[in-house]
């Protein structure tokens, strides 16, 4: 079992940034591919970014590529969402998930393909 726990969110204003954070418990968080899904209200459950267990891998949305970074130390079981130049569409409660797997594959852009799910944060973006 892996419990995840992730932090950071809050209200920012368009063009600013925000880092969250997503701590694992347990001894095997290295094994674990890393993703961040988002959840705007009344949408679906959306990709934003994935990281393999080594942090050497890493694939991100269009809607948010080249203003996210994914990253991981897995010394701390923690895994980041860096967040800049954010916009209003942005605003969503964000997830952290955990793939046993552990590689980057097509698979990694679906929710169904993790196994663990942390509470999620909430980040709202004003304009």
């Known amino acids: 079992q892996v419990q995840l726990v992730e932090s950071g969110g809050g209200l920012v204003q368009a063009g600013g940034s925000l880092r969250l954070s997503c701590g694992a418990s347990?001894?095997?968080?290295?094994?674990?591919?890393m993703g961040w899904f988002r959840q705007a209200l009344g949408k679906e459950r959306e990709f934003v970014a994935v990281i393999n267990r080594s942090g050497g891998m890493r694939e991100y949305s269009d809607s948010v590529k080249g203003r996210f970074t994914i990253s991981r130390d897995n010394a701390k079981n923690t895994v980041y969402l860096q967040m800049n130049s954010l916009k209003p569409e942005d605003t969503a409660v964000y997830y952290c998930?955990?793939?046993?797997?552990?590689?980057?594959?097509?698979?990694?852009?679906?929710?169904?393909?993790?196994?663990?799910w942390g509470q999620g944060t909430q980040v709202t973006v004003s304009s």
């Open positions: 347990g001894s095997t968080f290295s094994r674990y591919a």
């Open positions: 998930a955990a793939d046993l797997y552990g590689s980057v594959s097509p698979s990694s852009k679906n929710y169904e393909y993790y196994e663990y």
